[in-house]
């Protein structure tokens, strides 16, 4: 008999306009994963967030092919606990990811249970290690090794974008 895990999805409509104003205030104190609607019925299929490091799956960013944590069988997060406005801005000017192109509009955002992160891999740990020529968020990227089971996830933002 297969587990079931209940997970709560809030469901938002939001004008691409309006992402920085409503999203990013939901996104704030939170680690997070971000995926579409493909990723995410897969994540509830095999009841884990899988690392992506054979290429198995559609890359949600383009840069992604280069991504430190893919290449070591990471599972790639955003860590926006304890960061300012500031900080979070900071990101998303290095690196937009409120609605990734391959998201089709509907981006997927996993929000993990913060009290139980603590394999959690974070910049401290990397930042003498990483290559230059691999893709890096410095300060606000961080890694969980090979996957992350379903019952991680407290909740779903899944955001429909329209123009």
């Not at 430190?68 to 000017?93: H, Q, T």
Request: aromatic fraction near 14%; include cysteine.
């Amino acid at each position: 008999m297969r587990k079931t895990i209940d997970i709560k999805i809030l469901r938002m409509i939001i004008n691409r306009r309006d992402l920085y104003n409503y999203l990013l205030p939901l996104l704030k104190d939170c680690i997070f994963h971000v995926t579409n609607m493909d990723g995410r019925i897969g994540i509830f299929n095999s009841m884990r967030i899988m690392n992506n490091h054979d290429g198995r799956f559609e890359f949600s960013y383009g840069q992604s092919v280069n991504s430190f944590g893919r290449k070591r069988g990471y599972v790639s997060l955003f860590d926006f606990r304890n960061k300012d406005k500031e900080e979070i801005e900071d990101c998303l000017l290095k690196f937009y990811f409120l609605n990734p192109k391959k998201s089709s509009n509907r981006p997927q955002f996993l929000i993990l249970n913060d009290e139980d992160v603590s394999d959690l891999i974070v910049w401290e740990d990397v930042k003498d290690i990483y290559k230059p020529s691999e893709m890096i968020i410095p300060y606000h990227e961080c890694w969980i090794e090979e996957y992350i089971p379903i019952a991680k996830i407290k909740y779903v933002l899944d955001i429909q974008v329209y123009e």
